[in-house]
């Protein structure tokens, strides 16, 4: 969707750099699909990735799409100049997931005047592609954003 009067993408990110561990979690967003770990286990997400599910200690896991969507848990905003290129003010916050609340995501909440974001605000993920400033191909990334659902598509 290109709809949005309230965000621009920035001209730099700071791309990270995706370890074997994180890989999906970095990339899924090019099918479009938030990839989170889950427990075959327990059947419970969990996040950061990692080789073993810290409920149940089982290494039976491996990372599955959840819905996207989640509601905003805390944030503030920045209005200091941090990163050369990535203009503020905007919005850094910490989303829960509706498939597994205790995940949570440290992310920007973009598509919405900065005046109006709310804690407990029902968001959708929505990704951007970088590639890190190596330029190596391996170093692209979709980095997982979040914005206000769209009113009806509940
Ligand atoms: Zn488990």
């Keep these: 969707m290109t709809t949005d009067t309230y965000y621009q993408r920035p001209q730099l990110r700071l791309a990270p750099s995706p370890t074997a561990e994180s890989r999906a ?12 770990n889950r427990c075959h286990a327990c059947g419970r997400f969990f ?4 080789p073993t599910c810290w ?7 491996a990372p599955e799409p959840v819905s996207g969507d989640a509601t905003v848990a805390a944030f503030t905003v920045n209005r200091q100049i941090w990163i050369p ?17 205790d995940v949570r995501l440290i992310t920007n909440i973009v598509g919405v005047a900065i005046d109006d974001v709310r804690v407990g605000m029902a968001v959708e993920v929505f990704f951007e592609d970088w ?10 990334v979709w980095i ?9 598509s509940a």
């Excluded at 590639?131 to 692209?140: F, I, Q």
């Excluded at 997982?144 to 009806?152: A, E, V």
């Design 25 to 36: 979690f970095w990339t899924g967003g090019q099918r479009g699909e938030l990839l989170i």
């Design 47 to 50: 996040h950061p990735p990692g």
């Design 55 to 61: 409920r149940c200690r089982s290494t039976d896991v």
């Design 85 to 101: 290129g990535y203009e503020p003010p905007y919005v850094v916050a910490i989303v829960e997931l509706d498939d597994e609340p």
């Design 131 to 140: 590639t890190a400033l190596s330029g190596e191909e391996d170093s692209r």
């Design 144 to 152: 997982p954003l979040f914005r206000p659902i769209q009113s009806g």
